[in-house]
């Protein structure tokens, strides 16, 4: 059958059904029929015939159409002129096409410049013009004749005319029609540009079926996501073919089920879908409507594969294009030619006799794209070389991974970036011109790609402030506005790779500065202001990433603690991650409710308070050993300068009265231990003169046990090993954390500097009230069932490499390998995983993980990390016992590759410390664990992420430099510290127990941890069995990182 005679049959058949709905115009088939044959009758008596091209440039998509089937019917080849598009844009088609006449109207403008020598028809003439007698009949069509030009963009910065064919079409269109079971019920939405291929598939899908066409009377009706909606609504759409930036438009409206009750299939292609951004659609609708993953290029007419997608692959990380339709191949090459193997990447070949026949005019670009292969199933039929990266999945489904060259799709409509390029040179004050697409996924997963231009201009016109002005005003002259780059950014010189090409990734980082987005209503200002405190940034747009601007874990959790404070609204890590910008966090805050179970309120004043869950589970371990240093918190600053002892004691009188945990005492009472805040204590500042030049020798003689049942439970002293001197505090744990004695630093500091101090809202003992009764709270239930979930089964315990057995976890002496990522390695693969949306610590949490796997061959365990537990911003300047342990279970995939891993990772940190208020010994409790171990029998190994630094301080004539203080026992067999350092450079301290390792076995791991960093560093695209097995090359002169023992 050929495509025009199916046609003419279907027309003649349907004769009385509606074809067109055009607004609230409608046209049968009959009608239909009869116009286009007078348009065909004319066409032939004035010479068009096989192979005559006859343009087309009407404004009314009822007359586009019947003109359409009128050149068909006369075997010539239309072709759909856009008469917006400038002057130099159709000289250059009209130099390939040759026009042998155009259609038009009075209300189009068609006589341009370019085609002023074209003979024009209009079509209301055609319309009055006599018609013979009897009607003539049709041509004989042929199955190969060439049927219509359609142009796309130009790596040479000329437009490419592609010829499509009959029995293409055709075979496409009866496959659709098939496939979706298309029939006279069919109301076919009509969105698509006319002067795109895809466009056929509105119209004669629904001609071959005897459905009807149905146009928006304006574009007012799909311009907003409301009109689009009452507008499918209104006309009782079955079927939509559209590109999925318009179907976010219809997703993000207000849907309810009560929406698109005729709808029943909607077929997206011409750009990526996200998999996520669709979860809101199968909310509301299910399965009811089915949509459909189309693929396919002009070059090989409209559409070549599907897939059927369902509700669950919203999880999923790519979304497949599915298997071909019938009569094509697809085919994975390598750069050889050769078929890929499952799962490897290469370029696709779409196999198939039912492709176009090729570029107009263009013989070179025919060789280069159409090939014979003689692989597959189909043999010796001609492959279209696609220019897309993809692999041939384990079940036979095609992924596909991108471009391979510098063509995009903006909306659906193919770009090639050369073009936009090629039009710029050809400015006179442009010198160089480099245009990069950003492809942007926001929070709700929605895609899109943006074109930015970076010019260097010509010497002579570099001053000119309009230049840029000046720039898209010459490229209207030339291109479609579509194809011009809405960024313009001039520039003296490229930044340069070392191998002397372009760092294109420096150029795009540095978008997020070209324009500052200031803040449009009062929240978002406050939200700027929350922002400014804590990054310590003062230019920062309302869509700058968090995390690419700065933001850690640490700043992340004061963030939170912050927006609680201010708002009284509980924004969890995973809210803050899916909610990265000023904007997205202003509108988070307006939905979202007060919360006020984490409201942390003063407490009563009483004799005793309650100790909280990390007091308890201290001071049982203090039971157990009295006369043991190991929870105590020594900290030292080496001083440089007179240090004024007097002003070191008021110093302290003023810090024990701003912080009540300086005066607390455990005591017991009524059966049970509680916290007794004296009114007053003196902390008297002691002198350890010594001889001894080694100042840890000197510290261990300061650090010795405290007797918790008798405040103060710090201790301050002055220290000397030989000429050097030390300020040094020591404090037990049951009172102070890790933050506590940077917050006792920076306090001492203002203090000495004669700076006032904020008034702490709070304190540890209303913090402690707080959380037991947050315990009979429906949240702290539902933070239980998170754990029980998570620990669900056999906890696996990580299999350590040991040469020691040391019965059980406690205790023990050991000591610490220290080792550093130079600035010049850690600065680019801190920045890479900024850009990804990953945090350092998530990163290299990950790295620790895979060398946990590697060591262990495990490839599921547990270990821990320690989070701040402070969890709103009250708390931040507290000194008390606040940080949590959290056990952090871990699957390691072998086959995923590692950006993917540390997101998975990133993932489960985070759902984890959204949690983290669940305490440790009820986790162990419910895991049936017995108290009569140490709590961290749970955990073997800890990965800390330090991302503050203590650097010098230079006050009143005196120096303080922060000092190191080694631990003298340890809890664990292995902890990996990682030191974020002033300079951008990373340290590391890897402590072990003595009971379990030598130093010699450490120091073998840290050189085996070093090298998996070294060949994460050396490249980010292997899968994690790569990195365990050791195949990566990393020690080349330029790449090899410098590590510090």
């Known amino acids: 059958m050929i495509f025009q005679d199916e046609l003419n049959a279907c027309l003649a058949r349907y004769g009385n059904c509606i074809s067109i709905e055009n607004g609230a115009i409608t046209v049968t088939y009959s009608n239909l029929k009869e116009r286009a044959d007078k348009i065909s009758v004319f066409l032939r008596k004035n010479g068009v015939e096989l192979n005559s091209r006859v343009g087309i440039c009407l404004n009314d998509r009822s007359d586009l159409i019947t003109?359409?089937?009128?050149?068909?019917?006369?075997?010539?080849?239309?072709?759909?002129?856009?008469?917006?598009?400038?002057?130099?844009?159709?000289?250059?088609?009209?130099?390939?096409?040759?026009?042998?006449?155009?259609?038009?109207?009075g209300s189009a403008s068609a006589r341009r410049t370019p085609f002023l020598s074209v003979p024009h028809y209009y079509l209301e003439e055609i319309f009055q013009a006599e018609s013979p007698a009897e009607f003539p009949g049709y041509p004989s069509f042929h199955a190969d004749d060439s049927l219509y030009i359609y142009f796309t963009s130009g790596s040479t910065g000329k437009p490419k005319g592609i010829i499509g064919k009959n029995s293409s079409l055709l075979h496409?269109?009866?496959?659709?029609?098939?496939?979706?079971?298309?029939?006279?019920?069919?109301?076919?939405?009509?969105?698509?540009?006319?002067?795109?291929?895809?466009?056929?598939?509105?119209?004669?899908?629904?001609?071959?079926?005897?459905?009807?066409?149905?146009?928006?009377?304006?574009?007012?009706?799909?311009?907003?996501?409301?009109?689009?909606?009452?507008?499918?609504?209104?006309?009782?759409?079955?079927?939509?073919?559209?590109?999925?930036?318009?179907?976010?438009?219809?997703?993000?409206?207000?849907?309810?089920?009560?929406n698109f009750k005729s709808l029943r299939n909607i077929l997206l292609s011409g750009e990526r879908i996200t998999p996520i951004e669709l979860k809101q659609w199968y909310d509301v609708f299910g399965s009811r409507i089915q949509l459909v993953n189309l693929y396919g290029a002009t070059e090989t007419t409209l559409i070549k594969s599907c897939y059927l997608i369902q509700p669950g692959d919203v999880s999923s990380k790519r979304m497949p294009i599915g298997h071909p339709i019938n009569d094509t191949e697809f085919i994975v090459i390598d750069s050889k030619?050769?078929?890929?193997?499952?799962?490897?990447?290469?370029?696709?070949?779409?196999?198939?006799?039912?492709?176009?026949?090729?570029?107009?005019?263009?013989?070179?670009?025919?060789?280069?794209?159409?090939?014979?292969?003689?692989?597959?199933?189909?043999?010796?039929?001609?492959?279209?070389?696609?220019?897309?990266?993809?692999?041939?999945?384990?079940?036979?489904?095609?992924?596909?991974?991108?471009r391979g060259d510098r063509q995009i799709k903006l909306n659906g409509i193919r770009v090639e970036l050369d073009d936009i390029e090629q039009a710029l040179l050809k400015f006179e004050k442009v010198d160089k011109a480099l245009v990069v697409c950003r492809s942007n996924e926001d929070d709700s997963g929605n895609y899109d790609i943006n074109l930015s231009a970076f010019i260097i201009p010509r010497e002579t016109h570099s001053r000119e402030v309009d230049l840029s002005d000046s720039i898209r005003n010459y490229l209207k002259e030339s291109l479609p506005v579509y194809m011009i780059p809405p960024q313009i950014v001039l520039l003296e010189a490229y930044p340069l790779l070392p191998n002397g090409k372009i760092n294109t990734e420096q150029l795009i980082a540095s978008l997020t500065r070209a324009t500052v987005l200031q803040p449009e209503n009062e929240m978002e200002e406050k939200v700027l202001s929350i922002w400014k405190e804590i990054l310590g940034v003062q230019a920062i747009s309302t869509d700058d990433n968090f995390i690419i601007i700065g933001g850690n874990s640490l700043r992340i959790m004061r963030l939170a603690g912050r927006i609680h404070q201010e708002y009284n609204v509980r924004?969890?890590?995973?809210?803050?991650?899916?909610?990265?910008?000023?904007?997205?966090?202003?509108?988070?805050?307006?939905?979202?409710?007060?919360?006020?179970?984490?409201?942390i309120e003063k407490t009563k004043p009483q004799a005793a308070y309650r100790l909280s869950s990390a007091q308890e589970r201290i001071h049982y371990h203090y039971e157990l050993n009295k006369a043991g240093t190991s929870y105590n918190l020594p900290m030292a600053w080496e001083v440089f300068g007179n240090l004024n002892m007097g002003k070191v004691q008021t110093i302290l009188k003023l810090l024990t009265a701003r912080h009540e945990s300086l005066r607390t005492e455990i005591v017991f009472r009524d059966g049970r231990y509680l916290q007794r805040i004296k009114e007053d204590v003196v902390v008297e500042v002691e002198q350890l003169p010594s001889d001894d030049n080694d100042f840890d020798a000197v510290l261990s003689r300061f650090v010795?046990?405290?007797?918790?049942?008798?405040?103060?439970?710090?201790?301050?002293?002055?220290?000397?090993?030989?000429?050097?001197?030390?300020?040094?505090?020591?404090?037990?744990?049951?009172?102070?954390?890790?933050?506590?004695?940077?917050?006792?630093?920076?306090?001492?500091?203002?203090?000495?500097?004669?700076?006032?101090?904020?008034?702490?809202?709070?304190?540890?003992?209303?913090?402690?009230?707080?959380?037991?009764?947050?315990?009979?709270?429906?949240?702290?239930?539902?933070?239980?069932e998170f754990w029980l979930d998570r620990f669900y089964g056999v906890a696996p315990k990580l299999d350590l490499p040991v040469l020691r057995d040391s019965g059980r976890l406690g205790q023990s002496e050991g000591d610490a390998v220290y080792f550093k990522i130079e600035q010049g390695y850690c600065v680019p693969i801190v920045d890479m995983l900024r850009?990804?949306?990953?945090?350092?610590?998530?990163?290299?949490?990950?790295?620790?993980?895979?060398?946990?796997?590697?060591?262990?061959?495990?490839?599921?365990?547990?270990?821990?990390?320690?989070?701040?537990?402070?969890?709103?911003?009250?708390?931040?300047?507290?000194?008390?016992?606040?940080?949590?342990?959290?056990?952090?279970?871990?699957?390691?995939?072998?086959?995923?590759?590692?950006?993917?891993?540390?997101?998975?990772?990133?993932?489960?940190?985070?759902?984890?410390?959204?949690?983290?208020?669940?305490?440790?010994?009820?986790?162990?409790?419910?895991?049936?664990?017995?108290?009569?171990?140490?709590?961290?029998?749970?955990?073997?190994?800890?990965?800390?992420?330090?991302?503050?630094?203590?650097?010098?301080?230079?006050?009143?004539?005196?120096?303080?430099?922060?000092?190191e203080v080694k631990n003298k026992t340890f809890k664990y067999p292995i902890t990996l510290f990682a030191f974020e350092g002033?300079?951008?450079?990373?340290?590391?301290?890897?402590?072990?127990?003595?009971?379990?390792?030598?130093?010699?076995?450490?120091?073998l791991l840290v050189v085996q941890f070093k090298s998996l960093v070294a060949s994460v560093c050396a490249n980010t695209e292997l899968k994690i069995v790569d990195y365990i097995d050791g195949d990566v090359p990393v020690a080349t002169e330029k790449n090899t990182i410098d590590f510090n023992l």
């Open 337 to 402: 030619g050769k078929p890929c193997e499952r799962l490897v990447v290469g370029e696709l070949l779409i196999v198939s006799n039912y492709i176009t026949k090729g570029y107009l005019n263009r013989p070179e670009l025919d060789r280069e794209k159409f090939v014979v292969l003689n692989a597959g199933t189909l043999q010796a039929k001609t492959a279209f070389k696609t220019g897309d990266k993809a692999r041939l999945m384990i079940d036979g489904r095609i992924e596909l991974l991108g």
């Open 982 to 1003: 002033g300079d951008g450079s990373l340290r590391f301290k890897m402590e072990y127990s003595s009971a379990y390792f030598t130093r010699n076995d450490v120091e």
């Open 67 to 105: 003109s359409i089937i009128g050149v068909a019917n006369a075997r010539g080849i239309f072709v759909p002129i856009d008469s917006s598009l400038p002057d130099s844009r159709l000289f250059s088609m009209q130099e390939d096409l040759h026009l042998n006449c155009i259609i038009t109207s």
């Open 835 to 963: 850009k990804q949306g990953v945090t350092p610590f998530a990163g290299f949490c990950s790295m620790f993980t895979i060398f946990l796997c590697q060591i262990s061959g495990q490839e599921e365990f547990i270990f821990g990390i320690n989070t701040s537990g402070r969890i709103q911003e009250s708390l931040q300047d507290v000194v008390g016992m606040f940080t949590k342990t959290l056990p952090i279970r871990i699957r390691v995939d072998l086959e995923q590759e590692f950006l993917k891993f540390v997101k998975s990772v990133q993932q489960e940190l985070i759902e984890s410390e959204n949690h983290q208020l669940y305490d440790l010994s009820d986790i162990v409790k419910e895991l049936n664990r017995t108290l009569d171990l140490p709590v961290n029998d749970l955990i073997d190994v800890m990965f800390v992420y330090q991302n503050f630094d203590q650097k010098t301080i230079y006050t009143d004539n005196i120096q303080f430099s922060a000092v």
């Open 172 to 258: 496409f269109l009866q496959w659709e029609i098939g496939k979706f079971r298309i029939d006279s019920t069919a109301r076919i939405s009509q969105l698509i540009s006319p002067y795109f291929d895809a466009f056929l598939r509105d119209v004669f899908v629904a001609f071959l079926s005897g459905g009807t066409v149905c146009i928006p009377s304006s574009e007012d009706d799909f311009l907003t996501p409301k009109n689009l909606v009452s507008w499918i609504d209104e006309r009782r759409i079955s079927l939509i073919h559209c590109v999925p930036s318009l179907f976010r438009m219809m997703n993000h409206a207000h849907l309810t089920n009560d």
């Open 571 to 599: 924004i969890t890590l995973r809210d803050i991650f899916n909610n990265l910008t000023i904007k997205q966090q202003a509108q988070y805050i307006i939905n979202a409710a007060s919360d006020n179970v984490f409201d």
């Open 704 to 784: 010795r046990p405290f007797d918790i049942r008798k405040a103060p439970l710090i201790r301050c002293a002055i220290l000397h090993a030989g000429e050097r001197t030390f300020l040094a505090m020591d404090m037990h744990h049951i009172i102070a954390d890790g933050m506590s004695q940077i917050t006792l630093y920076s306090d001492f500091l203002k203090l000495f500097n004669g700076e006032d101090l904020q008034p702490l809202q709070i304190q540890y003992k209303d913090y402690a009230e707080w959380e037991e009764q947050f315990k009979a709270t429906d949240h702290y239930n539902l933070l239980r």
